[in-house]
């Protein structure tokens, strides 16, 4: 049995330890089951998330910092974070290998976080994971 947690669905990406934009997923109908998950326009996807500095900043520190990469995720993770309507986050899940499809998060937020495309992402991740160092970019 687990606690139902009430908030806005958020998730953080980390890319060669960095966090990503926190992304807001709102299905435009429903809960975010597999169907909205999966299916391109079935879901609004806000990057970054409309949350002011402070609570973006609990946010990032909740799903991405306190996660240590020893956790998995060396090169990418992605963490799910509920933040409660009082502003609590709430950490979810750590997905030590994010998904890279079109309707992924962790390419949105490298997108609009320094404008990494995904041709570019997947060879930085690539360049990272052979010991190259590629850092993301500011």
Known sequence: ????????????????????PVVEVRPKAGNLDYHNKYTPGATEYFCP?????????RIQDAGARRIPA??????TRAVDVMVRANGEPVVLEVNTLPGMTETSLLPKAAERWVGINFADLCERMVRMALGHGVAPAR
């Not at 998330?49 to 900043?57: E, L």
């Not at 020893?70 to 090169?75: A, D, K, L, S």
């Open 1 to 20: 049995m687990e606690e139902r947690i009430i908030g806005r669905e958020t998730t953080v990406g980390i890319l060669g330890g960095d966090a990503l």
């Open 49 to 57: 998330a409309n949350f002011d500095a402070a609570a973006t900043k």
């Open 70 to 75: 020893q956790f998995g995720g060396r090169i």
